[in-house]
């Protein structure tokens, strides 16, 4: 890629480029151009303009009016950020979408309601990375699933509620990793299973029958359900990663991957490093949220490009650098909002030949004459653009989520900071005085605004309130669900609490070192548990608490050694996939 060693650490460079990316942070402002109120993710006090989709990319403006010569006697990024504070923004990243103004990168949806980062989606709210889910809610990683609630990292699934790392599961609920099962409710490491209650095999009458006396719809119920889960969960054993036809690879939730490191959350890769959300890509460095490029280096948010190096927002571009909201443009540096342009510094156009030896002597002063940030950090050629230029705050951004800060240290760190709007809702419910079941609530929960129950005091974006939209509640009622007592925002923290660190750690398999019969394990995996060792009905809550085996670990484990996104400080016991697959395959 021909760019100098980079003087920021993986964490840093993925926390700078992910302070450019606003994903959820939506205001209600006017578009500077047409003057029509609009969803943004740039609230109304922004030094540059904000125009709505139609207006952007109609012909009623165009960048190369804002071009700038390029004045050697200043460093590069004071120049951009001249530039940036003039050329107009996109409101929001939404195309090809029917009724999804609540949305932020986000193609081809209908009905979809804050959500954000998916694609061919329909009749869903509160989602975030999904692919072709429909009537889904609460949910994030989610791809070809339909009627989802609280699912996770779940794919090919149908009437799923708290599902997390399931696959073509069917009718079921307070599931973890699990394939190909269906009425099933509360199982760890499922296999082709069928009428499982927490571990225990049953019949197809005598599961029914236990299901019928739970009180489902009641939210007292569905925390008592929830903990038991949770319980659940820390008593079985786990598998150092979701590597799923990967070589030479390592990171977690990877489909098809050869030659990766560090990468986390993606398929179809070829030779790539230090990069997260990313599909159908090939020699690629430092990236989030790209799919179908080639040899790109510090990217985000772009598609369809190839050679780029430290590019925002872009499609179908190619040898390009510095760029931001730039497409089907090629040989540019510098610039902001160009389309169909090529041969350009900072928007203004040259002859070929021109703009080669400049762009070669521009690299040079950037390295003579770095810029410095606030607390006197150096940027010469090769770092990505500076978080303190970021059009966004960091409590906005993408960076809030992955690398939590508060705002004294975001402030001492010489980043923006934006304070919350001031928020009057007169509530007229409290969570605590919902009636306990969804059957009990009427069409008329819609029009109250429920208070949140962290009230503010937390520090993941809390709206203090919220309502029921229609839809939401016609599902509640369908899916038998209690209505939620945290707001949008807060629902969705919890749920990334419930995923792993983007960040891996050098660990031991923590198998017990004797390898019985495979095939003896493997009908726990299938939903028969009194058939192995011998104990009748011993359940699939009991599996991996075998006495025996966790006391010889001590003396005769597995020396297998990996990475995983599993914290050593974590409870969980790690299984290398050799140990994992004889137990549970």
């Known amino acids: 890629m021909a760019v100098p060693a980079p003087t920021f650490c993986p964490a840093c460079r993925a926390q ?24 943004s993710i740039y609230p109304q006090e922004t030094p540059f303009p904000v125009y709505c989709r139609k207006c952007w990319y109609s012909d009623k403006w165009d960048p190369i009016k804002y071009e700038k010569n390029y004045d050697f006697e200043k460093p590069f990024f004071t120049q951009y950020k001249e530039l940036q504070d003039k050329v107009p923004r996109l409101a929001v990243w939404n195309s090809k979408c029917i009724n999804s103004d609540y949305t932020n990168q986000s193609y081809n949806n209908k009905n979809v309601y804050f959500s954000f980062g998916l694609k061919d989606c329909e009749d869903s709210a509160y989602v975030n990375y999904a692919v072709e889910a429909k009537d889904t809610l609460d949910s994030a990683f989610v791809n070809n699933s339909e009627s989802l609630y ?31 099962c269906q009425n099933c409710f509360g199982g760890i490491n499922l296999r082709g299973a069928e009428h499982v209650f927490f571990g225990e095999k049953l019949s197809k009458e005598e599961y029914e029958k236990k299901i019928s006396r739970l009180n489902l719809g009641s939210y007292k119920t569905q925390q008592e359900l929830k903990q038991k889960f949770e319980d659940l969960k820390r008593k079985t054993i786990f598998r150092y990663a979701k590597l799923v036809n990967c070589t030479n690879s390592t990171g977690d939730h990877l489909i098809n991957a050869k030659n990766c490191a560090n990468t986390f959350d993606g398929f179809e890769l070829d030779n790539v490093r230090h990069s997260t959300w990313v599909f159908r890509n090939k020699e690629v460095s430092d990236i989030y949220g790209v799919g179908d490029s080639e040899f790109l280096y510090e990217c985000i948010s772009i598609e369809e490009v190839q050679n780029i190096k430290f ?53 040079r002063q950037m390295s003579e004459m770095p810029y410095k940030d606030a607390r ?46 001031k928020r009057d809702y007169k509530t007229t419910r409290d969570p605590q005085d919902l009636p306990d079941n969804i059957k009990d609530l009427s069409d008329s929960i819609t029009e109250e605004i429920i208070g949140c129950e962290h009230k503010g005091e937390c520090n993941e974006g809390c709206t203090t309130a919220f309502k029921i939209t229609p839809p939401e509640f016609q599902f509640y009622k369908k899916m038998n669900i209690p209505l939620p ?46 058939k192995s060792r011998g104990a009748k009905n011993s359940g699939q809550e009991n599996i991996y608490t075998n006495t025996k085996a966790h006391d010889t670990h001590k003396e005769n484990h597995c020396a297998n050694e990996f990475e995983t996104s599993f914290a050593p400080e974590k409870e969980n016991t790690i299984y290398c996939k050799e140990c994992y697959d004889a137990e549970i395959a």
């Open 16 to 39: 700078r480029r992910m302070a450019w990316r606003n994903e959820r942070s939506l205001h209600k402002r006017d578009c500077d151009l047409c003057k029509k109120s609009v969803i």
């Open 150 to 180: 609280s699912c996770i990292n779940t794919e090919k699934s149908y009437r799923g509620k708290f599902l997390q790392e399931c696959e073509a599961c069917v009718d079921s609920a307070f599931l973890y990793n699990c394939r190909n």
């Open 311 to 363: 590019g925002i927002v872009g499609h179908i571009a190619h040898h390009a650098e510095f760029i931001d909201l730039c497409f089907s443009s090629s040989n540019i540096f510098g610039c902001i909002g160009l389309r169909n342009k090529e041969y350009s510094i900072l928007n203004k156009q040259y002859p070929k030949e021109k703009y080669e030896t400049l762009i070669e002597k521009i690299k």
């Open 376 to 421: 006197g950090r150096e940027y010469k050629y090769g770092e990505f653009f500076p978080i303190e230029i970021s059009p966004f705050a960091y409590n906005n951004s993408l960076a809030k989520e992955r690398f939590p800060l508060t705002k004294e240290q975001v402030e001492k760190e010489g980043y923006r900071w934006q304070e919350e709007e």
């Open 485 to 530: 007592h945290l707001c949008p925002n807060c629902r969705h923290y919890a749920r990334l609490a419930q995923r792993n660190p983007l960040k891996l750690w050098n660990r031991t398999c923590q198998c017990a070192g004797i390898k019985s019969d495979p095939s003896t394990h493997s009908t726990h995996a299938q939903g028969h548990p009194e």
